[in-house]
């Protein structure tokens, strides 16, 4: 796999998702035709979802997440770079032992319709085109795999889907280059070192959060998203990509 990597991006331009991942190759092959992309939705996409933020129960803080990941509890089960073990671990500690009026309440998306752990209901497999609707029906997305040191490179489309729905992201700090994408906004990160606490921080922090300042960092996200973290924003270096092609 590593020849043939080597041998095409010698040879041809090539399309990566990230900075970090540009200089990966131009470190490893001495590239430099590599042309930055990022995995971001176009904007006909995002025009699918309303230009204002849903009005959400007040009394549920909804997290949301698209991908079957989250149905599995141990992290050999997944790939070890999208772990969501401890996601679901500190998750059944904080519903077992919440108290007070608000709840917190986990929702799937790209996984056959069920409950998982006894608190994650997953709601089928839809359309790419409706995963904005329906995340559009959540406070929170959740990209909280465990950290991992290829995070880095990565620019999961499901992130930014969230964020043009008026999803706000929860990010694990691993993912550094993403965190960039959004640091023009408040999002949620959750720091790698002692994740499993500062985890369980976080979800104890939503419990208490004011409603309008929750629904104002929702505002404000959607509107970065639909101005910043767009596809449409790279046509002049894909045309460049082609050109060299």
């Not at 949301?64 to 992290?75: D, F, Q, V």
Request: glycine share 4%; net charge positive.
């Amino acid at each position: 796999y590593r020849s043939w990597e080597e041998k095409l991006s010698q040879s041809h331009p090539t399309i990566v998702v990230s900075e970090n991942m540009a200089k990966k190759y131009k470190e490893l092959y001495g590239v430099d035709k590599t042309y930055v992309i990022k995995n971001f939705p176009l904007s006909a996409e995002s025009a699918y979802v309303y230009a204002h933020v849903n009005d959400i129960r007040r009394d549920v803080i909804s997290l949301g997440y698209i991908g079957s990941e989250i149905l599995a509890n141990k992290a050999s089960s997944r790939l070890p770079f999208k772990d969501m073990s401890i996601t679901i671990r500190v998750l059944h500690k904080i519903l077992r032992d919440i108290r007070g009026d608000k709840k917190l309440i986990v929702k799937a998306l790209g996984c056959k319709e069920g409950k998982y752990h006894g608190f994650v209901e997953c709601l089928g497999f839809y359309r790419h085109i409706d995963l904005y609707r329906v995340m559009a029906n959540f406070h929170v997305g959740l990209l909280t795999w465990t950290p991992h040191e290829l995070h880095e490179y990565f620019s999961p489309n499901k992130l930014y889907i969230y964020a043009h729905a008026g999803c706000i992201p929860s990010i694990t700090s691993s993912f550094t280059e993403v965190l960039e994408d959004f640091k023009e906004v408040k999002v949620f990160v959750i720091h790698k070192e002692n994740f499993a606490l500062n985890l369980e921080d976080f979800f104890k922090m939503l419990l208490d959060i004011d409603y309008q300042e929750l629904n104002s960092m929702r505002i404000s996200v959607m509107k970065h998203a639909k101005r910043k973290l767009v596809f449409d924003n790279y046509e002049d270096t894909l045309l460049k990509a082609l050109k060299k092609a």
